[in-house]
T-cell receptor, first 111, second 114 residues
C-alpha cells in the first residue's frame, strides 16, 4: 500500500515568514495529493489539492508543488499569520477517497 | 444539517464491550467515508460507501469492525469486543460524489477503551 512520510513534524516560524512542509510517497499509482489543516480539537479541512497532471497550484498565500518523478510534493505558505497555526496533513492516493495521510506537521506562527 | 454530524462525540467503554458510532453526512452527499485517527497521527482509511453499498472496506483492521449505511444516508460503525488498541478518534466524511475531491469531515467520535 501507499506510505506517506511528512517532514518536519514541528515547525515554528515568525509571523510574516514562509513555511514549507514536504512529503514523499511510495506508490506510483497515486495521482491525487490533498493537504488538510486541522486546528486543535477540530475537524480536518481541505486547504488545497493537486492532481498528477499538474506540477504546481496556487491559492492566495498557499501553493503546492508536485514532482511525480521523485515522488514528493510540498506545501508552501507565504506571509504566515497567527491563524495559520495548526496541524497540517499531506495525503496521497490513487483516488479521492482512499487516502494515505502523513503523520502531520504542527505549525506555530510566532507573533 | 450544515455539516457532517457524528455522535457520540465521546465514548468511554470497557474492554470487550460493543460500541456503535453514528455519522450523519451532509444532505445530498452520496459518498461516505470512515477514517480513524490515533493520537499524533494522520487519519487512516477504514471504509468507503457509495450509496448503500460498501465500495471499499479494505481498511477495516479485522472482523470486529463493521459498518452499514442501510438507506444511503446515515452510517453506523460497529465495533465488537473492543480492545484498548481501538482507542482513537473515529472520523466520518462525506462528499457529493466520488471523485469530487474534498472530503468534508465531521468533528469525530473519540473512543476510549479502558
Amino acid at each position: 500500500g501507499e506510505n506517506v512520510e511528512q517532514h518536519p513534524s514541528t515547525l515554528s516560524v515568525q509571523e510574516g515568514d514562509s513555511a514549507v512542509i514536504k512529503c514523499t510517497y511510495s506508490d506510483s499509482a497515486s495521482n491525487y495529493f490533498p493537504w488538510y489543516k486541522q486546528e486543535l480539537g477540530k475537524r480536518p479541512q481541505l486547504i488545497i489539492d493537486i492532481r498528477s497532471n499538474v506540477g504546481e497550484k496556487k491559492d492566495q498565500r498557499i501553493a503546492v508543488t508536485l514532482n511525480k518523478t521523485a515522488k514528493h510534493f510540498s506545501l508552501h505558505i507565504t506571509e504566515t499569520q497567527p491563524e495559520d497555526s495548526a496541524v497540517y496533513f499531506c495525503a496521497a492516493g490513487p483516488n479521492d477517497y482512499k487516502l494515505s495521510f502523513g503523520a502531520g506537521t504542527t505549525v506555530t506562527v510566532r507573533a | 444539517g450544515a455539516g457532517v454530524s457524528q455522535t457520540p462525540s465521546n465514548k468511554v467503554t470497557e474492554k470487550g464491550k460493543y460500541v456503535e458510532l453514528r455519522c450523519d453526512p451532509i444532505s445530498g452527499h452520496t459518498a461516505l467515508y470512515w477514517y480513524r485517527q490515533s493520537l499524533g497521527q494522520g487519519p487512516e482509511f477504514l471504509i468507503y460507501f457509495q450509496g448503500t453499498g460498501a465500495a471499499d472496506d479494505s481498511g477495516l483492521p479485522n472482523d470486529r469492525f463493521f459498518a452499514v449505511r442501510p438507506e444511503g444516508s446515515v452510517s453506523t460503525l460497529k465495533i465488537q469486543r473492543t480492545e484498548r488498541g481501538d482507542s482513537a478518534v473515529y472520523l466520518c466524511a462525506s462528499s457529493p460524489t466520488p471523485g469530487a475531491g474534498e472530503l468534508f469531515f465531521g468533528e469525530g467520535s473519540r473512543l476510549t477503551v479502558l
